[in-house]
Nanobody, 123 residues
Framework: QVQLVESGGGLVQPGGSLRLSCAASGFTFSTYAMNWYRQAPGKERELVAGITSAFGAGSTNYADSVKGRFTISRDNTKNTVYLQMNSLKPEDTAVYYC??????????????WGQGTQVTVSS
C-alpha cells in the first residue's frame, strides 16, 4: 500500500522557518522524482520544488517565488523528502502536498499524493 505522509506544518511568524517532511512507503522511493506542491484558498495547486530520482542525480528545481528561500532534499535511505522553508512570507500560506512521480510524457506518468499539511504564515 502506497503512503506519503507529510508532517512539519504549522503556524509561523513572517520571517520564520519550517521544515516539512514526507515519509514514503509502498513503492521504490529512490526511483521516483519527488515534488512539493501547495494550494492556497481559491487558487490552483502549484509546484513549489522538485528533486529528481537517483537516475537524475537528485537535481532540483524551484518556483521563482521560493528560490533562495526554500530547499528540497531527499534521503533515499529513509525514504523521506524534505522541504526547508526559510524567510517565510504570508503569501506562502497554503496546504503543502508531497508528490511522487515516475514516467515520461511518452509512457505516461504514475503519481502518488500525500494528504497535505497546513502551513500558515501570520503575525
Amino acid at each position: 500500500q502506497v503512503q506519503l505522509v507529510e508532517s512539519g506544518g504549522g503556524l509561523v511568524q513572517p520571517g520564520g522557518s519550517l521544515r516539512l517532511s514526507c515519509a514514503a512507503s509502498g513503492f521504490t522511493f529512490s526511483t521516483y522524482a519527488m515534488n512539493w506542491y501547495r494550494q492556497a484558498p481559491g487558487k490552483e495547486r502549484e509546484l513549489v520544488a522538485g528533486i529528481t530520482s537517483a537516475f537524475g542525480a537528485g537535481s532540483t528545481n524551484y518556483a521563482d517565488s521560493v528560490k533562495g528561500r526554500f530547499t528540497i532534499s531527499r534521503d533515499n535511505t529513509k525514504n523521506t523528502v524534505y522541504l526547508q522553508m526559510n524567510s517565510l512570507k504570508p503569501e506562502d500560506t497554503a496546504v503543502y502536498y508531497c508528490n511522487a512521480r515516475r514516467g515520461s510524457y511518452y509512457s505516461g506518468y504514475r503519481d502518488y499524493w500525500g494528504q497535505g499539511t497546513q502551513v500558515t504564515v501570520s503575525s
